[in-house]
C-alpha cells in the first residue's frame, strides 16, 4: 500500500527558501509535486523519476525549485528559493507510474494529504 506523508510547510516571506518534504512508502514509483490554491485546479509543479536521473519542472517554477529524492530514506524533498507570493498553496506529494508521462504530468495515482505553504509578500 503506498503512503504519502508531506512535511515541511510554514510561512515564508517573498525572497525566502523552504523546502518540504515527502515520506513515500509503498512502492518504486515516479514521484511529484503538485499545489492548490482554494477555487482554482490543482496545479503540476514537478517530478521526478525513480532513479532521480530525470527530473521535469513547469515553467512558473524552473530555476527556483529543485526536486529530489533519497530512495535509502523512502523521501522526497522540494527545494523552493526566491518564493513567490504566487507560490503561496497546499503542496502534494503524488506517485505514480514509471513512466515519461507520469514525469510529464499525468497518470500519478496515489497522493498525500497536503502541506500548507503561504509565501507574505
Known amino acids: 500500500q503506498v503512503q504519502l506523508v508531506e512535511s515541511g510547510g510554514g510561512v515564508v516571506q517573498a525572497g525566502g527558501s523552504l523546502r518540504i518534504s515527502c515520506a513515500a512508502s509503498?512502492?518504486?514509483?515516479?514521484l511529484g509535486w503538485f499545489r492548490q490554491v482554494p477555487g482554482k485546479e490543482r496545479e503540476y509543479v514537478a517530478a521526478?523519476?525513480?532513479?532521480?536521473?530525470?527530473?521535469y519542472y513547469v515553467e512558473a517554477v524552473k530555476g527556483r525549485f529543485t526536486i529530489s529524492r533519497d530512495n535509502a530514506k523512502n523521501m522526497m524533498y522540494l527545494q523552493m528559493n526566491s518564493l513567490k507570493a504566487e507560490d503561496t498553496a497546499v503542496y502534494y506529494c503524488?506517485?505514480?507510474?514509471?513512466?515519461?508521462?507520469?514525469?510529464?504530468?499525468?497518470?500519478?495515482?496515489?497522493w498525500g494529504q497536503g502541506t500548507q505553504v503561504t509565501v507574505s509578500s
Open positions: 503524488a506517485a505514480g507510474d514509471r513512466a515519461l508521462y507520469t514525469l510529464l504530468g499525468s497518470g500519478f495515482k496515489y
Open positions: 509503498g512502492g518504486m514509483y515516479t
Open positions: 521526478i523519476s525513480w532513479s532521480g536521473a530525470s527530473t
